[in-house]
Nanobody, 122 residues
Framework: VQLQASGGGLVQPGGSLRLSCAAS????????IAWFRQAPGKERERVSC????????YYAESVKGRFTISRDNAKNTVDLQMNSLRPEDTAVYYC????????????????WGQGTLVTVSS
């Protein structure tokens, strides 16, 4: 059972990136999938989460209107489309999975990807 996050990189302010969380060994649509981020010296915060059906989607206030989370069940992935990126979005982004429902508490997620670095800078 493994999660792998990918898609990070260096982007200028105002640019876009698409992160992808891929699973092996289990089916993502049985789980709530969250994206967390952690910047240097800061606590890990949940950016977005999509629950198991019936689907509920959550966004942090700081990313509402700019980020979009989506499932691709055929590919067994959950993507995070990030638009209008800002320097304060710079962080290591992690995907995490837990059964059924979303929570803000990182310790309650069972599985974690390894993280992908997003750097927003000119």
């Amino acid at each position: 059972v493994q999660l792998q996050a990918s898609g990070g990189g260096l982007v200028q302010p105002g640019g876009s990136l698409r992160l992808s969380c891929a699973a092996s060994g289990f089916t993502l649509d049985n789980y709530a999938i969250a994206w967390f981020r952690q910047a240097p010296g800061k606590e890990r915060e949940r950016v977005s989460c999509v629950s198991q059906s019936p689907t509920k989607i959550y966004y942090a206030e700081s990313v509402k209107g700019r980020f979009t989370i989506s499932r691709d069940n055929a590919k067994n992935t959950v993507d995070l489309q990030m638009n209008s990126l800002r320097p304060e979005d710079t962080a290591v982004y992690y995907c995490a999975a837990r059964l059924r429902t979303c929570t803000l508490v990182p310790e309650l997620y069972e599985y974690w990807g390894q993280g992908t670095l997003v750097t927003v800078s000119s």
